[in-house]
């Protein structure tokens, strides 16, 4: 196995850049998104980011993210950060300025031989952080308890080229702060971190999941955020203020709540078989869990915004 860069590059990149990614390249003609997912990830915080073109075909790339290197997350209007966050990034300014700073402090050489996602910060930013930049009236009652906003550092990446059916299996390390003395370990620890993600990819394996349609009881309606009517009347007033000028487009929502008594991967696994689509993602952080929402092929009113929800199993 051929890691890349050498130690002496290495040393070098680290002289330059906050992150430098370290990574080696395999056959993965037997390897499936999914059954990656499940290895490499597991239970633990990671990410399964996959495409469909046109409705008909995969795109070229899909990445599977795990064991994250800091965190940084938006709850009740202030910062929280876990792991190896650097002192100087704010937690006293917003959201939008930590994770500025935790980019900038982070700063990656970009590797032509690799795809184009080689590190950085995955998550979600809610629509409730623009009031960081705009002063915006009635703040929403918060009924869900989650973080308005979650990101995390990619630690470990297995980088997936369909065409050319290899997989690049990238270890982002973070060389902000050291020295020589602790440079070489660094490269060492990765080299070991790059050589466990292959041994973990080879034993890649899905098992079953139920395949749509389930015989059993059909769902009762779901409840609904809003009353009835009441998003109906919404859409109304919507037209109005378009027609009037004040706006160009909405997007409207409502949402819907049932109990789920499975593996929230799994719930994705069926929701990929169902209905394929353009930017599917999986993305599981320390508090909640994020997925790829279908769009209902009978809701003429409006799209249905990603689902959110706890990460925790019931």
């Known amino acids: 196995m051929r890691i890349s860069p050498s130690r002496e590059e290495f040393r070098t990149l680290a002289a330059a850049h906050g992150a430098v990614p370290v ?58 950060t ?3 966050v650097p002192k100087n990034v704010p937690t006293d300014r917003g959201f939008l300025a930590a994770l500025e700073a935790m980019l900038a402090a982070y700063s990656s050489p970009v590797v032509p031989e690799l795809p184009p996602l080689q590190g950085g910060m995955i998550g979600h930013i809610g629509y409730d952080v623009v009031r960081e930049i705009e ?30 059916q290899r997989a690049y299996l990238i270890e982002s390390v973070a060389t902000l702060g ?29 098992a079953d999941v139920a395949e749509p349609p389930v015989d059993g009881d059909a769902l009762a309606a779901p409840p609904s955020s809003m009353a009835s009517g009441k998003y109906q009347h919404a859409v109304r007033v919507a037209k109005e203020h378009i027609l009037a000028g004040d706006i160009f487009q909405v997007v409207l929502s409502q949402r819907f709540d049932l109990t789920l ?18 930017y599917m993602y999986f993305v599981r952080h320390e508090s909640l869990t994020i997925e790829t ?7 003429e009113i409006g799209p249905l915004l990603p689902m959110i929800k706890s990460s925790q199993r019931t």
């Open 23 to 80: 990574w080696c390249e395999v056959v993965a003609d037997q390897h499936t998104p999914v059954g990656s997912f499940l290895a490499l990830v597991g239970d633990e915080p990671g990410f399964l980011l996959e495409s469909v073109e046109h409705g008909e075909r995969w795109a070229r790339f899909s990445f599977v993210g795990c064991r994250p290197r800091a965190q940084i997350a938006l709850i009740d209007g202030k910062v929280h």
């Open 82 to 84: 876990s792991g190896a």
């Open 135 to 164: 002063r915006l009236p009635n703040v929403p009652t918060d009924d869900r308890q989650m973080p308005d906003a979650a990101m995390s550092m990619i630690g470990s990446l297995a980088a997936f080229d369909h065409w050319k």
């Open 178 to 206: 050291l020295d020589a003395s602790t440079i070489d370990k660094a490269y060492d620890d990765a080299c070991v971190s790059v050589q466990r993600m292959a041994r973990d990819l080879a034993q890649a394996a899905a």
């Open 261 to 278: 008594n499975a593996d929230p991967f799994d719930f994705y696994r069926v929701l990929r078989q169902v209905n394929p689509s353009p």
């Open 293 to 299: 929402q279908r769009r209902n092929a009978l809701d």
